[in-house]
């Protein structure tokens, strides 16, 4: 399974654009890019998962270029409830979940 | 989508002792996994919890010490044997289906004391 650089924190204010790049070097031909968000206290939450290009729903988008070997998750007008920890995660869609340490995002009035 | 739940959410356990965590899903999947998250850390993988088989545990962890059961495919527990305060931790479970994202259990926060 490849492995995931980001950053490890990042401070935004409310209503601002928030985007969070990850590096995944080694990704594999079938390999998926799934984010998933952490509040504490509780079990991560899937966010958005992607293979190429652009994918967008309800509440993020999941930017990949040509070579796939990053991705950028676009959360749109961050409220300070965005404020939780956001895994990237690359691997097949097996289940298995390899997380690397997280972008701990705060958002602040 | 589908939901997990996991007992108990918190214990306080005395060292030595063991403790089981129980995961039900409402609906059949194929995968379940044990992961640990330690305060402040991110998630490490524990196994993979195979029904009717040995679970498959990652490097660092063994049967002895974490036997894993899965009788269904519903269903899964994860025991935490002769635990020592090194033990306190968040457990999780997580489950996947065909062509869907992993979900995960709300977690359970364990202290050895």
């Known amino acids: 399974l490849a492995k995931t650089t980001q950053p490890i924190s990042m401070d935004s204010y409310e209503g601002q654009e928030v985007n969070i790049t990850c590096s995944h070097n080694?990704?594999?031909?079938?390999?998926?890019i799934t984010w998933y968000q952490q509040f504490p206290s509780q079990g991560p939450r899937f966010i958005i998962q992607?293979?190429?290009t652009k994918v967008t729903n309800e509440v993020a988008s999941l930017f990949i270029p040509a070579d796939r070997k990053s991705s950028t998750l676009s959360l749109p007008r961050v409220s300070l409830s965005d404020t939780a920890v956001y895994y990237c995660l690359v691997g097949d869609e097996g289940g298995k979940l390899i997380f690397g340490q997280g972008t701990e995002l705060s958002v602040k009035p | 989508s589908a939901v997990i739940s996991q007992k108990p959410s918190r214990d306080i356990c005395q060292r030595g002792t063991s403790l089981t965590i129980q995961c039900q899903v409402d609906s059949q999947v194929t995968m379940m996994f044990w992961y640990r998250q330690q305060p402040g850390q991110s998630l490490t993988l524990i196994a993979t919890a195979n029904q009717g088989s040995e679970a498959t545990y990652e490097s660092g962890f063994v049967i002895d010490k974490f036997p894993i059961s899965r009788p269904n495919l519903t269903f899964s527990t994860l025991t935490v044997s002769n635990m020592s305060p090194e033990d306190s931790s968040i457990y999780l479970c997580?489950?996947?289906?065909?062509?869907?994202?992993?979900?995960f259990g709300q977690g359970t926060r364990l202290t050895v004391v």
């Open positions: 992607g293979y190429k």
């Open positions: 080694n990704i594999a031909t079938n390999d998926y």
């Open positions: 997580s489950a996947d289906r065909i062509n869907t994202e992993a979900f």
